[in-house]
Antibody
Framework: QITLRESGPTLVKPTQTLTLTCSFS??????????VGWIRQPPGKAPEWLGV???????GYSPSLKSRLTIIKDTSKNQVVLTMTNLDPVDSATYYC?????????WGQGIVVTVSS | QSALTQPRSVSGSPGQSVTISCTGT?????????VSWYQQHPGKVPKLILY???KRPSGVPDRFSGSKSGNTASLTISGLQAEDEADYFC??????????FGTGTGVTVL
């Protein structure tokens, strides 16, 4: 059974850096073709794709957020870390990580992040 | 890279069929057959219902079907049921390891 769980702060101040960890089980990021992606969803809005990292360290980022995002993996710990810099209230959302094979599935339960002073 | 365009809402009576469009560009939907669809009930995590345009994951009813023509992908729900009332989002590969989601469509079962 594949499970993913997001963890990190739920309240961040404007201009601060957000660091979220995705801890997963049931698959390995050393397996060819496998990746972990990050998606966020503001309240009442559509999901927004943030980025993905693959077993071979290939990665992709949303063009509009690329300058603020970094995704790294720790294969031995079965973890992927998302870092987003210079947070703004518009970055308030539920942040999800998901396994990437043919597509993003399954997703974790998500973590609600609020950006407020 | 702009969000894929979906109608804000569609509705239908039980047993009817509804179709949701997902319009992108030649940089995403039009070039790649990597379109996925997700169903999201209120307060729940999005659930994958189609991938690679028309493929259904195990356990997804065959009432859900997908197609693509040009820059537009479509999700059709046949034999609409009450439990199909939810939000639906498309997602497409956009090249160079990037993806883009749609604007989302709310389905109402009348």
């Amino acid at each position: 059974q594949i499970t993913l769980r997001e963890s990190g702060p739920t309240l961040v101040k404007p201009t601060q850096t957000l660091t979220l960890t995705c801890s997963f089980s049931g698959f390995s990021l050393s397996t060819s073709g496998v990746g972990v992606g990050w998606i966020r969803q503001p309240p009442g809005k559509a999901p927004e794709w943030l980025g993905v990292i693959y077993w071979n360290d290939d990665e992709g980022y949303s063009p509009s957020l690329k300058s603020r995002l970094t995704i790294i993996k720790d294969t031995s710990k079965n973890q992927v870390v998302l870092t987003m810099t210079n947070l703004d209230p518009v970055d308030s959302a539920t942040y999800y990580c998901a396994q990437k094979r043919r597509t993003f599935d399954p997703w974790g339960q998500g973590i609600v992040v609020t950006v407020s002073s | 890279q702009s969000a894929l365009t979906q109608p804000r809402s569609v509705s239908g009576s039980p047993g009817q069929s509804v179709t949701i469009s997902c319009t992108g560009t030649s940089n995403d939907v039009g070039t790649f057959n990597y379109v996925s669809w997700y169903q999201q009930h209120p307060g729940k995590v999005p659930k994958l219902i189609l991938y690679d345009v028309y493929k259904r994951p195990s356990g997804v009813p065959d009432r859900f079907s997908g197609s693509k023509s040009g820059n537009t992908a479509s999700l059709t729900i046949s034999g609409l049921q009450a439990e199909d009332e939810a939000d639906y989002f498309c997602c497409s590969f956009a090249g160079r390891y990037t993806y883009v989601f749609g604007t989302g469509t709310g389905v109402t079962v009348l």
